[in-house]
C-alpha cells in the first residue's frame, strides 16, 4: 500500500492550498484518513483526522481555517486549508489506518509535502 500526497508549496500569508493524498495498492478496507504535520525542531502533531463514516476531528489550531475531506470510492483524503498562517509551515504527511484479513490494522504514511507559508 502506498500513500502519495500532492499539493504542497509555497504561499502568502491569508492564502490557501488544498493537499490530495490517494492510496493505492491491494486495499480491503481503510479506517481513519487523516493528516498531520511536523516543523522544524518539533514534534509531528495532528491536524485533522476523518473516519470511514465521515466524523472529523481538528486541531485546535486548525479548527475554523482547515477542512479535510475523503471519498471512500476513491480512497482518497484531501485537506483544504484556507487563511494560513506563517505558523502553518511544516511538512504535512498524509496517514491512514488499513484493515486487512488476518493482518488487522496498519498505519501507513505519505513521504509528505511541503507548506511554506510566507508573512
Known amino acids: 500500500v502506498q500513500l502519495v500526497e500532492s499539493g504542497g508549496g509555497l504561499v502568502q500569508a491569508g492564502g490557501s492550498l488544498r493537499l490530495s493524498c490517494a492510496a493505492s495498492?491491494?486495499?480491503?478496507?481503510?479506517?481513519?484518513m487523516g493528516w498531520y504535520r511536523q516543523a522544524p525542531m518539533k514534534q509531528r502533531e495532528l491536524v485533522a483526522v476523518?473516519?470511514?463514516?465521515?466524523?472529523?476531528s481538528y486541531a485546535d489550531s486548525v479548527k475554523g481555517r482547515f477542512t479535510i475531506f475523503r471519498d471512500n470510492a476513491k480512497n482518497t483524503v484531501a485537506l483544504q486549508m484556507n487563511s494560513l498562517k506563517p505558523e502553518d509551515t511544516a511538512v504535512y504527511y498524509c496517514?491512514?489506518?488499513?484493515?486487512?484479513?488476518?493482518?488487522?490494522?496498519?498505519?501507513?504514511w505519505g513521504q509528505g509535502t511541503q507548506v511554506t507559508v510566507s508573512s
Open positions: 495498492g491491494t486495499i480491503f478496507r481503510i479506517n481513519v
Open positions: 496517514n491512514a489506518d488499513l484493515w486487512a484479513p488476518v493482518v488487522g490494522t496498519t498505519s501507513y
Open positions: 476523518i473516519g470511514s463514516g465521515g466524523s472529523t
